[in-house]
């Protein structure tokens, strides 16, 4: 599935254009079904949330305190599991966070 460039102001990250090329890496914190998940919800996400994905993840980089970086995985993480993400529940905000900058460019 191709993704058309979704424009964040002052933003350079955008989602890979092949998302469903991107295969496990072994090297993550998560399990496979649990990476497929998560990608199968980015892949199943409007352009507008795919936006708000984006969003997060820009303030999360800006962030210089831990803490709040913290809590704004775990809003990612409780936005992935709105939009259908049910396998990830049990794994760590910073982990899916992790798997999720595999997704983006």
Sequence with gaps: ???????????????????????????TSVNESQFEDIKKTILSL?????????????????DANIDSKMSKM????????????SMITSVSANAIYEVLKTFLV
């Design 74 to 85: 775990e809003s990612v993480k409780a936005f992935l599991i709105r939009n259908g993400s």
């Design 46 to 62: 409007s352009n507008e949330e795919k936006a708000v994905l984006l969003s997060h993840h820009k303030e999360i980089v800006n």
């Design 1 to 27: 599935m191709k993704i058309k460039n979704i424009n964040i102001k002052d933003s350079q990250v955008n989602f890979a254009d092949k998302i469903d090329s991107i295969n496990y890496n072994q090297n």
